[in-house]
């Protein structure tokens, strides 16, 4: 079998950082939301603990984050073909792939889950500060940390529905968890999924 690389160990390293920081998050993130998941704040070592180190991790999450930002913003641009696959969406749960349009490294569904990620992400660090009452209780007025409360659990809620979204994705489309894993695709699955990414690479070989 032929295999193309997909991401380096340095990508793998920093996407599995991001991860793992992402559900240490929401874990530590859920103890505050509501006393009835108060008990996950156990993982953290107590109420205390859980508390001082929610915003840090999430301090670690943005600057991981910008990393993979830096990386991959350039392949999830938006190109013509993205909006003729989102237009497809039919084709693409039916998995009638020799219907849909030849597309770059990521297709559109990937880069909405990238875009929404980037914007939920920076809204959760401003509103975050806000809160962060070890640091900021007397730079911002009690109705602007009002609003931050409730932008920083919508938004984090939305980030958990997009995380959701985005390991099942990488399930469904079987051999894409192989990348991360492995950092390496069979050369079917690139020509399968994202033609001209596969042709790209192609081009480049023969030059
Ligand atoms: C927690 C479990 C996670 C799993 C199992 C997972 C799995 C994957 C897989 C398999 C890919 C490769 C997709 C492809 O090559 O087409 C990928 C790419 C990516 N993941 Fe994750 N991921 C997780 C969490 C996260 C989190 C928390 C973030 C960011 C907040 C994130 C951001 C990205 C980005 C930026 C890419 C590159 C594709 C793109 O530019 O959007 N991932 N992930």
Known sequence: ???????????????????????????????????????????????????????????????GFALVFVRFVPDNLWRREDSQWLRQIPDVLAKRDDKLPAIGRYNAGVKIIFWGMTVFILLLLVSGIALWDTYFASAFSIEVRRIAAVVHAVVAWLAILFLIVHV?????????????TQGRVTAGWARKHHRKWFDELLTKETK
């Open 168 to 180: 099942y994705a990488a399930i469904w489309v079987r051999g894409t968890m192989q990348g991360m």
């Open 1 to 63: 079998m032929t295999y193309i690389e997909r991401y380096t160990r340095w990508q793998r390293f920093i996407h599995a950082a991001v991860a793992l920081l992402m559900v240490l998050l929401i874990l530590s993130g859920l103890a505050l939301f509501h006393p009835a998941l108060f008990f996950l704040s156990d993982l953290f070592g107590g109420g205390t603990w859980n508390r001082i180190l929610h915003p840090w991790l999430g301090v670690v999450l943005v600057v």
